[in-house]
């Protein structure tokens, strides 16, 4: 493809043009009020950046080696304008008459992406002052290391990590490592969620952030509190309920990376189920005296937790034990058959769901009534083994606060469950 401008009919040549016109003087706004607003000197306004777009598309219209040379000329110009600077005053304004060349030369091939750029572009320079606001003000040392991580283990670990598991359908390394970023992420989002809304929403945050690392242990945690007196069994039955919203979540997740055939099958029911469990504990939070009034405390105060984006320790407790209850799962079901499968989901279930239903998934597909019957027995015992949990460590208030909302929302769940298969 060395000349494009033959190729071309006049309508697609005045769309070229037109669209190389329309980024050229979207940029070209956006620099000239900047610099009027800044009082900055400045090789290129309103006028320059649309001209720069157009020569973008003219060059590469008549043919390939005139786009290159042209995108040359800009370069040293930018390059010539940086060496002239009688002051440091950044280099975005070259870069981006830079980026208009190229933009105004994309619109000649696709002109749905160089408008898509070209709004981005203007998003960037816009944004001057809340991304050096965050950069320097919001975002901790610490937070830089943990996402750098994270990208990390998503950008270089999981491409080079073998996907085949080592026995039968589990003890994958790419899967076992997927889940350890997914609840990574998960942890991370979490934190964030903390850093973006107010403290009065500290009681259900935390208690969301908690659940994904372990609800059945942020219910114990809340039930305890209920049995010293140091907290309303309505409240904190709220609190529990909200964490159950993110083993549902956490749930989706880990099945959408396992198997999407299931992760289809299992969303809308979840949804149901989530918003059931997010109307009653609303309404139990907000009903309740105690957190109405509520003072924060170092307990429930998120703002003056001072962590990291997300624990490794944990997570990688939580792979571990995963892994280990599939496999132990997968064992039953290979020495037992499809009773073995049931069996070991019940029990497994009983005291972590993700593991189980993804021993579940990984097996097949929801065609396969078997599979059906072992999710449904999994999350039933899961949920009686959530409100026993509750019963034995906040009493018989926190219990009967708890416990209903808790079965309703599995029932309704796994009726609809059954609708979507049948």
Known sequence: MNTVLLDLSFQELL??????????????????????KESEPSFAGLRSFTICALLGAVC???????????AFSVTTFCVYSLIKQKQ???ATTELAFLMTYLIGALCVFNVPLAAGLAVVLCLILMGKQSLHYFAGNWIQHFELRDGLFLLALILIALPLMPDQAMWGTVLNPYVILKLLIMILGVQSLAHIAKRLLPNNKALMLSSLASGFVSSTATIASLGMEVRSGKAEAKSNAGAGLISCIATLLQLLIIVAGINFAWFKVLLLPCSIGIAVLLIIALMLIHSSKATMGQQATPQNDITHMDSRMFSI???LIIVVTLTVIQAAVYGLNVVLG????IIGA???SLFEVHAAMATVVMQGTPQQMTLVYAMMIGLAAHAFSKSINAF?????KYFLYFAPAQMLHMAILMAVLWMVIQ
Do not use: P, Q
């Open 15 to 36: 769309r070229v043009m037109v669209s190389a016109l329309g980024c050229g003087l979207l940029i070209g706004l956006e620099r000239e009020k900047h610099n009027r």
């Open 60 to 70: 590469f219209l008549l043919h390939l080696a005139v786009g290159i040379l042209g």
């Open 88 to 90: 440091d005053i950044g």
């Open 313 to 315: 320790k944990e997570a």
């Open 338 to 341: 499809d009773s073995g499968l």
């Open 346 to 348: 019940f029990f497994a």
């Open 392 to 396: 034995l460590t906040g009493g018989g």
